[in-house]
T-cell receptor, first 115, second 115 residues
Framework: DAGVIQSPRHEVTEMGQEVTLRCKPI?????LFWYRQTMMRGLELLIY????????DSGMPEDRFSAKMPNASFSTLKIQPSEPRDSAVYFC?????????????FGEGSRLTVL | AQSVTQLDSQVPVFEEAPVELRCNYS??????LFWYVQYPNQGLQLLLK??????LVKGINGFEAEFNKSQTSFHLRKPSVHISDTAEYFC?????????????FGRGTSLIVHP
């Protein structure tokens, strides 16, 4: 079975540019999560969706960050404009909503460097 | 609400030695417990989980963990580590009830295996 697929794996951009990260969850999973990982803060939950609907975006750091899930098989995390402090690894994870024990399935991450 | 404390940020060990990575949690409700492993430049993957039953749980790659309810701990152990076990290890808990199953992660423990 295909796992969670993220793209791009690496992104280097300049401050002020727009960044779009993409995620395809595991087929049949109806919960999707975006995390950010840094050395300073560890793993932070940014936002999660149930059945394509954003449930909790309290972890989104600023209005520069936005996330969408237009259908069950695709989600984006956008940063506009990007800043050097946004440099991090961004992970997407998915799970089932019903009958779940809270186990998450992670993608391989998108490493973002903002110069 | 839940919280997870991983008591060691880094654990250096020699190859073939035993290792224990410590995890303590607090929660007002009963929880499921997890250990995830993150190899360099990869996403997190499930190592093992405790749902119910026997308090000793066996996972992949020879790892096991023991749930101790009275001490609210879920320590991870391996009797003999290999170089390839060098990775970041995350403990996580997820509430069994209360509507939200969203897991809470610890800050991670970096296991460094020396030859």
């Amino acid at each position: 079975d295909a796992g969670v697929i993220q793209s791009p794996r690496h992104e280097v951009t300049e401050m002020g540019q727009e960044v779009t990260l993409r995620c395809k969850p595991i087929s049949g999973h109806n919960s999707l999560f975006w995390y950010r990982q840094t050395m300073m803060r560890g793993l932070e939950l940014l936002i999660y969706f149930n059945n394509n609907v954003p449930i909790d975006d309290s972890g989104m750091p600023e209005d520069r960050f936005s996330a969408k899930m237009p259908n069950a098989s695709f989600s984006t995390l956008k940063i506009q404009p990007s800043e050097p402090r946004d440099s991090a690894v961004y992970f997407c994870a998915s799970s089932r909503l019903t009958g779940t024990t809270g186990e998450l399935f992670f993608g391989e991450g998108s490493r973002l460097t903002v110069l | 609400a839940q919280s997870v404390t991983q008591l060691d940020s880094q654990v250096p060990v020699f190859e073939e030695a035993p290792v224990e990575l410590r995890c303590n949690y607090s929660s007002s409700v009963s929880v499921y417990l997890f250990w995830y492993v993150q190899y360099p430049n990869q996403g997190l993957q499930l190592l093992l989980k405790y749902l119910s039953g026997s308090t000793l749980v066996k996972g992949i790659n020879g790892f096991e963990a023991e749930f101790n309810k009275s001490q609210t701990s879920f320590h991870l152990r391996k009797p003999s580590v290999h170089i390839s076990d060098t990775a970041e290890y995350f403990c996580a808990v997820s509430p069994r009830s209360g509507g939200s199953y969203i897991p809470t992660f610890g800050r991670g423990t970096s296991l460094i295996v020396h030859p």
